[in-house]
């Protein structure tokens, strides 16, 4: 055999062999699918109109549940409270004594109740335990009814969506396990199954390709536990269907 016969080979043999490899690495691929990793996320908003007295807790803390993390000033709402609290236990005295109406002294406790309310408003308290991601606003700055104070997420247990063709929905069911991987921290993990959407939809615009985003596809809720708190929302995730 000569010197050509033997390159025409050997280069023959490179092609049909990257050529299967591309085929198993497609393979592989087409049972590999993406998503991103996400947090329950909640936004602690005002509900006075006031200026931030203080920050109880930093961006990055991990707080308990009940802890005070925002202090808001609300001094109109503080002397108001006082005034009314006055009032009521001036028409519970009179009350008693039957120089004060029903109707008065039920308009006075009214009052105070209310302004009980909206004086808790003041110190805003985490509903859960969680990581602030942001804060919103400065110490002293002016904050109105609804605007945003800060975002609590728990990062302990995270999940994300993955999208796959109605063909592949007899693979998939509630509580299955499945294998995943971690690009940027090059680590495998075990993702459960906690919801499947029971409507097709189209693939959301965050998938590369046209002809991927035409396409009707199931959402895949999968959850996995994050103890040790390496990793965050944002972060790329591959899930694994077996055949």
Known sequence: MNKKK??????????LGGGGFRIYQHKMMENVYSGTVEATTIDLSSQVSSRVEDYLAKEGDEIEEGKLVVRLQCEDIKISHTQAERDYLRSQKLRKEGSVSQENFEHALSRYEDLKVKKNWCEIT????????????????????????????DLSDLWSYIYISAPLMAK?????????????????????????????????????????????VYGIKVSFPNTEKKIYPGMNLEVKLHE
Do not use: C, M, W
């Open 6 to 15: 033997i390159i025409v080979i050997a280069v023959l043999t490179l092609l």
């Open 126 to 153: 985490a509903p859960h335990r969680g990581t602030i991601l942001y804060t919103f606003k400065e110490k002293g700055e002016l904050v109105l009814p609804g605007q945003k104070l800060l975002s609590l997420a």
């Open 172 to 216: 998939v069911h509630l509580g299955q396990e499945l294998e995943a991987f971690l690009p940027q921290l090059d680590q495998k993990i075990t993702v459960k199954v906690i919801h499947i959407n029971a409507q097709a939809e189209f693939t959301p615009k965050n998938v590369q390709t046209r002809e991927e985003r035409e396409r009707l």
